[in-house]
């Protein structure tokens, strides 16, 4: 299994991004609790929204009121959905199982806002 986390890239403060996540498996993300994790610029791995499997959402606070996160069960998939993006959501995000295992982390996809 391995979990293919796209969407990052360069945007400006303000704007928005939808972060995808899918497993090479076809059936991992289906069976487990889902979180967006990140890492940013000399800090350490935070996670910042999750989803259970029966679709329960928790958000952390530097999530509330500007990201979304959801599953597409049939796509066996996992969105992060970002909005009014800041210079301190710049980071490297991945998508793990809750809670996060070492061998699912898989190469991430960077965020990066400009101010």
């Known amino acids: 299994v391995q979990l293919q986390a796209s969407g990052g890239g360069l945007v400006q403060a303000g704007g928005s991004l939808t972060l995808s996540c899918v497993d090479s498996g076809g059936n991992f993300i289906r069976l487990n609790d889902m979180g967006w994790f990140r890492r940013a610029p000399g800090k350490t791995r935070e996670l910042v929204a999750r989803?259970?499997?029966?679709?329960?959402?928790i958000l952390k606070d530097v999530a509330k009121g500007r990201f979304t996160i959801s599953r597409d069960h049939a796509k066996n998939t996992v969105y992060l959905q970002m909005n009014n993006l800041t210079a301190e959501d710049t980071g490297l995000y991945h998508c793990?199982?809750?809670?996060?295992?070492?061998?699912?982390w898989g190469p991430g996809t960077q965020v990066t806002v400009s101010s």
């Open positions: 793990n199982k809750i809670p996060p295992s070492y061998d699912y």
């Open positions: 989803i259970s499997r029966g679709d329960d959402v």
